[in-house]
């Protein structure tokens, strides 16, 4: 895909920056496809890096890179956190509804990271460097006006996502199959549903059945929720594999 050929190649530059300047130098906020591209590319080749997005359980992350000898720490990723607050009683606004806000400023979407929503608003976890220009401009979501404030990350925890723990033993780790144990469907309706583009594998629409995930893929389904893949224990005595999966609810 050309998307993942430039974006190797932004990487591949950053890298060599790094080493020439030895400098520390960062990404914009990278979905987890791109994360896992970034992370087989810098393990092949030894390089030192860290991925942060502002608290433990952050899909969105930065990439930073640090030169040789060089202590690795998450203050290096430059995230800022802002809470958006306004008057919520009367009207029910959801991540999509924040998310156009803040796209509609003309903010790029790598330029922040994951959008947690609250009864009265939403934190936002933002690339330091573009944190101006979004408190200092006037948003709104369903005609509400919010206000923003900058708080410090230390300030507010958010809330670890609730799962449950789902073991299964599939003949092959196929987005198919996982699909249909997953969700609880024949692996016909799993496949179809991939086919109608109703599955997204890591915030990437696919619809090929075929596609193998591994730890740590993320995978959604239209109107059915989000699953994550855990550890994949090994085989059965019959071969086939045993993995965990983490359903959202």
Known sequence: MDEEKNFLKRLDELVSRSQKRYSTERTDFLPIRLQNIARDYLEKNGESYLFCGGFEQAERQRLILFPPYTEIDCQEAEISLIRLQGRMDFVKVSHRDFLGAVLSLGVKREKFGDLLVTEDGCYLYMATENKDYLLSNPLKVKNVPLSTQEISLEEWTPPKPITKEIAVTVSSLRLDAICAHGFGLSRAKALEAIKSSK???????????????????????????????????????????????????
């Open 199 to 249: 599955v997204q594998l890591n915030h990437l629409e696919t619809t090929d059945g075929d596609a193998l995930v591994k730890t740590d893929d993320i995978l959604s389904f239209r109107g059915k929720g989000k699953i994550k893949i855990g550890e994949i224990l090994g085989e059965t005595k019959k071969g086939k594999l045993r993995v965990n999966l983490q359903k959202y609810i």
